[in-house]
């Protein structure tokens, strides 16, 4: 896809506020009185509307979700015969780990975090000064968006590392650099702080909203990474949380696709997701992974891009018979309705998609030093597509809308697994937390194990929990990430763990510093 129309697409669909679970318009409610405006529950939603709405920018391949995985071993945007998404070798620097700071995706990372922020903070500032609302709701709404806020810096800290720690949406002055350190402590003691204002309910009415399970689970994931990002270990603090969040009312969904279904907010293994709605702005991940011609073989129309695959060796972990093999990728024959025959390319090939992406010798792209790389370009209907969510059939030139969810049970249970193992605790426990998820997803205990490690841990999160915001973090901790693999012929820098502050951050606010290892400003 042509780069311009691509990034106008995309500026509009994951930055933009797409819907949010309260189906409400985005509307602008400072100047609205303060004492008359809050009183009732639509009201309220509709002020808190842009808040929970900043969750859609987790989901862009140029922003979490794209570094997450591209940066990892699961995700690919490889370039098309041609020239398709080559879009000036952002998608090379992402696979191969040689972005800087001037770097496209570098730069929407940062901005998809920053702007989330703001808009957080700007409707706590709403809702501080509102006086239609009782005590009871302002600390309860408060909360939420303190939760909210720090979310968006567990994500900032794992992600950069050091960041301008902003509350305050009303004070202007340009803000300085707040180390990884005290961004951890702040986003830990904000959850301790707030956990017994927020509901615990696992209701149609709390979906979507920011719960103690959010807090449980992110509280979770700070102490699951605690080592790496200011390096102390708090296994301990692991297993509580996620014991504290098995407490509450979430189950293991008995079919492990229904978190996934078109209408998966009735599911109740789903603790934060990012609502969608096919009518208005929705998840748009059938444009990204799907061929052009796919969607006429699978039962709808839609302009799709031709984009997003699994890298090959990540596909191949996968136990085949494993019924989350054909639930995460799409690979074979695109099957034309009306013939019965193979779709064929624009080039007269057939529509196979192969699990192997293989570069047509002399399309070799060179690296930022000059230097020839295995990146190159690849046949159109290579690559095995990403359908973990269900494409539903009859969609006509619309979004989808399957919630994606954030955090799942599921994530929980391989948690606290690994957590027991890696403090020393009890190794049985362990074991029948991951049996548990592989029971779920064989419908029998057949393929249990009999004592659980760290490696099935790490292969089981690969398999449970594709393509949902985790890889790049848990290679970090596995010790993976920075290894040669696939195309990433070179060992990555220690210091590349972390990104690089966008330079053109810093030409709008030089207190800015640049992280360690990069070239400073």
């Known amino acids: 896809m042509n780069k311009i129309i691509k990034n106008i697409i995309c500026t509009v669909l994951a930055p933009a506020a797409l819907v949010s679970c309260m189906d409400l318009d985005e509307n602008v409610y400072d100047k609205l009185p303060t004492d008359s405006f809050g009183t009732s529950a639509a009201q309220i939603d509709a002020i808190m509307a842009p808040a929970y709405r900043s969750l859609t920018n987790m989901f862009a391949y140029d922003g979490p979700f794209g570094m997450a995985d591209m940066t990892a071993d699961i995700m690919v945007a490889p370039t098309r015969v041609g020239g398709d998404w080559w879009d000036g070798g952002q998608y090379m620097e992402q696979t191969m780990h040689t972005w800087s700071s001037t770097s496209y995706s570098v730069e929407n990372m940062w901005n998809y975090c920053m702007e989330a922020v703001t808009k957080v903070n700007s409707v706590y500032s709403i809702i501080e000064s509102n006086e239609a609302m009782s005590e009871e709701q302002r600390v309860r709404y408060l909360s939420e968006l303190r939760g909210l806020r720090a979310f968006w810096y567990y994500i900032i ?187 064929k390319t624009s080039i007269g090939h057939d529509l196979i998609h192969t699990i192997d992406l293989n570069v047509v010798p002399g399309t070799e792209k060179t690296d930022n030093e000059g230097n020839l790389t295995r990146w190159g370009e690849v046949h159109q209907e290579e690559g095995a597509r990403i359908c973990k969510w269900v494409f539903e059939k009859g969609m006509q030139n619309t979004y989808m809308e399957n919630d994606v969810a954030i955090f799942r049970l599921a994530d929980a249970y391989l948690m606290k697994a690994e957590a027991l193992l890696r403090m020393g605790g009890d190794p049985g426990e362990a074991t029948r937390l991951v049996n548990a998820i592989r029971e779920r997803a064989y419908q029998d205990s057949d393929h249990n194990y009999q004592q659980v490690t760290l490696e099935n841990i790490y292969d089981e999160r690969g398999y449970e929990l594709a393509f949902e915001f985790v890889r790049r973090q848990d290679m970090i901790r596995f010790g993976t990430y920075l290894a040669p693999r696939w195309w990433k012929e070179k060992q990555t820098p220690e210091y590349r763990k972390i990104f690089p502050i966008p330079l053109k951050a810093y030409q709008k606010n030089n207190n800015l510093k640049q992280n360690p290892g990069y070239p400073a400003f």
């Open 157 to 343: 800290v794992d992600n950069f590392g050091n960041a301008p720690l902003v509350t305050d949406f009303k004070n202007t002055e340009l803000p300085t650099i707040t180390s990884r350190a005290d961004i951890y402590k702040f986003v830990v003691d904000e959850l301790t702080e707030i956990l017994p204002n927020l509901r615990k309910d696992v209701s149609d009415d709390s979906y979507g909203k920011f719960t103690q399970g959010a807090a449980h689970m992110v509280l979770a994931k700070m102490y699951l990474n605690a080592e790496e990002w200011i390096g102390q270990t708090n296994w301990k603090g692991v297993v509580e949380q996620c014991d504290e969040l098995m407490k509450l009312d979430y189950i293991l969904e008995p079919n492990w696709k229904t978190n996934f279904e078109v209408h998966n907010e009735v599911s109740r293994e789903i603790i934060l997701p990012i609502c969608f709605n096919k009518n208005e702005w929705g998840n748009v991940m059938h444009y990204w992974t799907l061929h052009y011609l796919s969607p006429q073989a699978l039962g709808f129309t839609a302009d799709a891009w031709n984009g997003l695959c699994a890298q090959p060796e990540f596909v191949r972990t996968f136990d085949t018979e494993d019924p989350r093999y054909e639930g995460t990728f799409l690979i074979g024959p695109m099957i034309d309705p009306n013939t019965g025959e193979v779709l």
